[in-house]
């Protein structure tokens, strides 16, 4: 039986989200007030239908305390986000994720019970930090205060060594989790550049120049490596 969701607020985050769940096979209804977002997912989303979500006889009107999980991705009118995460509370939805703008808009909506808050729009602001002060860092994923898992370009003097051989985990206290490559395949007669991914790498392999390495470990011993030439 497929996962039923609830994803509340189709602006551009709210729109992704509907649609990367139905591709990943899942039945999702999708709420708006505005009847423009509605006519826009129609063709992608199990259900669309618009209405207010704050008002709860209108949810209750397309089931929504039926749904595994709701998403709420309206942010910007906190007032309304709070409303709609407090009544989807009250009719027993079993699990909420919400969109926060601020820190004292996710503290309220913790304390109504929310499962998850996320905050995009800080999120991404990090990432992009990240890659400024560190060139070599691709993309960042912070996994608690201090650790975080990031892709970063090989360093130019760890390139021809295996991992053994480089002693990342040994001197970097870092451990490398996959390696992404740049391969060139033969595809219909042309050849082709493709990304390869080894997600279990071992010591034995080889790292490359125009490798990216993804990595876990503490946030100061990767800005250090990322940093090392």
Sequence with gaps: MKRLFAVIGLGRFGYSVAETLVQKGCEVLAIDSEESKIQAISDIATFAVQCDATDERALSAVSVQNVDIAVVSIGENIEASILIVQTLAEMGVKSIIAKAVTNTHGR??????????????????????????????LEYLELSPGYSVEEISVPDRFSGLTIEESKIREQHNLNVIGIKKQVKRMVKGRLMQEESFNFTPSRSDLIEKGDVLVMIGKEDDLDRFSGAE
Excluded at 124 to 130: Q, V, Y
């Design 108 to 137: 309220i909506l913790s304390n109504l019970g929310v499962s998850e808050v996320i905050y995009p729009e800080r999120d991404a602001a990090i990432r992009l930090a990240h890659r400024i002060v560190s060139p070599k860092v």
